[in-house]
């Protein structure tokens, strides 16, 4: 019985042909051709100018960090149902990450929770956008000009998404994606920051190429570079960027196999769900999704940890979600307790997202639907 893979690397088979080109051009170490090309097709597929390409999100967070951060006790609000690079980028330059809750069905950032945790050292309000489905982004961006503070979506899984027609990750002032191998297009390791500030994306320019203006000597501006900014090394290679390349072009053949199948999912399972005994999310007229992952919530712990094992047994891998960041080794060093976050603790352990990838087979999708129905219709 062939084990059917959680996650498998979407290929478009023209990936080499334009690593080939990088050979040609002799430029490996980035900044080149095709860096340039990615950033484009970037900004034309988001509608939105200001995009840097970087070699993950992770690193385009911590762009972002340190381009807000100014005092040491400057504070930023993260959902704690979140990735660790999340909160990373933050909670290494000082600052401190208070986590708020999230909604139990969304699993998004909570609104009214994040209301009562923005004070006077409020910087900024960092989104996930989770699954290929949107936060409540405009309502944030509603709060956070009346606050006067940053709104930092990361946007890791939904390249491509939008809300009222609005690409996820440009609404805001900055926005960072994944383009990691587990997300819908990729390069290996790879991620882009969009960037709504002129004066930002400028000095971002440097923080990505160690801390310098070397760009300007590329664009003939300056004749020497220096050090003008703190930064790192946060660009991919070329030959990472030609990979991607390849990807961007046919971003849509990969959202189109995923919505097939997530379409799938939904009607199997559609029953279940109108008993009550699953939760997931189908569709929202407001949002256009790029089908990143199929997520269930379960009524109780109990049927998230049956079916789980149920599925392992019928060679299927499925994974929970996040371990809640606030009650993680590093979330209770910084000072949080499990119970500081009721909800969030409560629905992570429900949680389960099952296989979505361009080389899943219809059928594949069809015997898990199976398995779940069978499980429900014989135990109590
Ligand atoms: C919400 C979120 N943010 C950030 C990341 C980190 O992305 P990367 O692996 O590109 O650094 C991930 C990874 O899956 C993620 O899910």
Avoid at 143 to 158: H, R, S, T, V
């Amino acid at each position: 019985m062939n084990k059917i893979k959680f996650n498998s690397p979407f290929l478009t088979g023209k990936e080499l042909n334009y690593i080939k080109d990088v050979f040609t051009e002799n430029q490996f170490y980035g900044v080149g051709k095709y860096t340039k090309k990615c950033e484009k097709l970037i900004s034309n597929q988001l509608g939105k100018k200001n995009i840097l390409l970087t070699d993950s999100c992770t690193s385009s967070l911590e762009i972002a960090a340190l381009l807000i951060k100014d005092k040491i006790k400057d504070e930023v609000i993260v959902p704690s149902y979140g990735f660790s690079s999340t909160a990373n980028a933050f909670a290494k330059l000082n600052m401190k990450v208070v986590f708020a809750e999230i909604e139990k069905y969304s699993l998004m950032l909570d609104i009214d929770d994040v209301k009562k945790k923005i004070n006077k050292k409020t910087k900024a309000i960092v989104v996930i956008h989770y699954g290929g489905m949107a936060a409540r982004i405009g309502q944030l961006k509603n709060l956070c000009k009346q606050n006067q503070i940053m709104l930092i979506e990361d946007n890791a899984q939904g390249y491509g998404c939008k809300f009222d027609n609005n690409s996820l990750g440009t609404i805001g002032d900055m926005g960072c994606f994944s383009f990691h191998e587990t997300k819908n297009i990729h390069s290996g390791l790879g991620g882009a920051i969009y960037i709504k500030s002129g004066k930002d994306f400028s000095r971002a320019k440097s923080i990505r190429e160690r801390g310098t203006n070397r760009h300007k000597v590329i664009d003939g501006s300056v004749n020497k570079y220096s050090w003008t900014e703190i930064g790192g090394s946060f660009y991919p290679t070329e030959m990472q960027a030609a990979f991607l390349y390849a990807q961007l072009k046919n971003n849509n053949a990969s959202v189109k196999i995923r919505k097939k199948l997530h379409k799938i999912y939904c009607s199997r399972l559609s029953k279940l769900k109108n008993q009550g005994k699953i939760f997931f999310t189908d569709n929202n007229k407001k949002i256009l999704s790029n089908y990143h992952a199929f997520i269930l919530i379960f009524k109780r712990k109990k049927f998230c940890d049956d079916i789980k094992k149920y599925l392992e047994k019928n060679n299927i891998d499925a994974f929970t979600g996040y371990t809640p960041l606030h009650s993680s080794k590093v979330g209770k060093k910084l000072g949080n307790k499990s119970s500081d976050l009721p909800v969030t603790e409560n629905v992570a352990k429900k949680i389960l997202r099952l296989p979505l990838h361009t080389n899943l087979k219809e059928q594949d999708v069809e015997k898990i639907c199976r398995l779940i129905n069978f499980y429900f219709k014989t135990s109590k």
